[in-house]
């Protein structure tokens, strides 16, 4: 298969939701990935086919005046524009409460209806590593292997985003450890390519099949050295060793 050079940067447009491993674990700071000081990381990521959409670029808010009021460079009494957001935005914002939830779960008589892009709340919550709002909507009952575009799971953009809080309450509620997007990759894919450590051990935790390979045939640890995410390599390394260690003792 033909590959332009269309590539994602670790940010994943902000589309941007620790657990002992065989050969040694990382500290549980309490944080997510994207907290690490990891100046190495790469500015870009996997390859993909031009003639499919990115399964990495969710759609997002694009308001200048709502990033400028969060930010708090903007006097609210001072704002010509009147910010409206939809349930999915202040799904993506953290800025949901349970009766809200409630509410629109009434409204739509569903939770996981998608806005125009084909995203559900859970998607939006889950790349903006909003984890009370990821709580709040499974707990109302979205589905936690819902399909956006690409075939794009919740669990796929909080490992694009490094948010293993959201990673881990996921797979806790049934998320799919080894589901593929529509070009093969997988959320240890993601993570490792982010150079997200924390999140890829969460993932390992669950599943240390690491031979998994995407269209491309890149696996995991192949983007993490391809990507110079060090912090990642270091640890698929490490759980590597361990697995060809215990197979050595037996």
Not at 129 to 149: D, R, T, Y
Request: hydrophobic letters at 40%.
């Amino acid at each position: 298969m033909k590959h332009t050079n269309t590539v994602l940067t670790n940010q994943v447009n902000k589309v941007s939701l620790e657990m002992v491993g065989p050969a040694g674990s990382l500290p549980n700071n309490g944080h997510s990935d994207e907290d690490e000081d990891v100046r190495s990381a790469p500015t870009s990521m996997l390859v993909l086919d031009a003639k499919r959409k990115s399964a990495f670029l969710p759609y997002r808010p694009q308001s200048t005046v709502l990033t400028n009021l969060q930010r708090g460079n903007t006097e609210a009494t001072f704002c010509p524009v009147e910010v409206s957001l939809s349930f999915h935005e202040r799904a993506g914002q953290g800025e949901i409460t349970e009766e809200q939830v409630t509410a629109e779960r009434a409204r739509h008589a569903d939770i996981d209806h998608k806005d125009d892009h084909g995203f559900t709340a859970l998607h939006w919550a889950a790349s903006y590593g909003q984890l009370v709002s990821v709580q709040l909507l499974v707990s109302a009952g979205a589905n936690v292997n819902i399909m956006a575009p690409d075939l794009v799971s919740p669990l796929l953009l909080a490992a694009a985003g490094g948010h293993n809080e959201i990673v881990r309450f996921l797979l806790d509620h049934g998320a799919d450890s080894t589901h593929m997007d529509i070009m093969g990759n997988t959320a240890l894919m993601y993570a490792a390519a982010g150079n997200h450590p924390h999140t890829c051990n969460e993932l390992l935790a669950r599943d240390l099949d690491l031979s998994a390979s995407n269209e491309n045939g890149e696996t995991a640890y192949s983007l993490a050295v391809q990507n110079g995410a060090h912090l990642a390599q270091a640890l698929l390394e490490q759980y590597m060793t361990g697995i060809i260690t215990a197979g050595i003792s037996l």
